[in-house]
């Protein structure tokens, strides 16, 4: 399982980036989170206060 950040949520808080380095600065100015790269640990969606980082659901 991988995870995601939903851009409409994140707060820009920083503080996945400080659990996870997969976590980067996307064009619009929100977090997002590398899919290549997510290991699925879940550190980052832990770390969220806005609960804007979710698992990834493939239909």
Do not use: F, N, R
Request: glycine residues 6%; aromatic residues 6%; proline residues 7%.
């Amino acid at each position: 399982m991988i995870y995601v950040i939903i851009e409409e949520d994140c707060a820009v808080c920083g503080l996945c980036e400080d659990v996870c380095p997969v976590s980067a600065i996307s064009s619009a100015g929100k977090y997002t989170i590398d899919p290549a790269i997510c290991t699925g640990c879940g550190e980052c969606a832990d770390s969220c206060p806005a609960e804007a980082i979710q698992p990834y659901e493939q239909d």
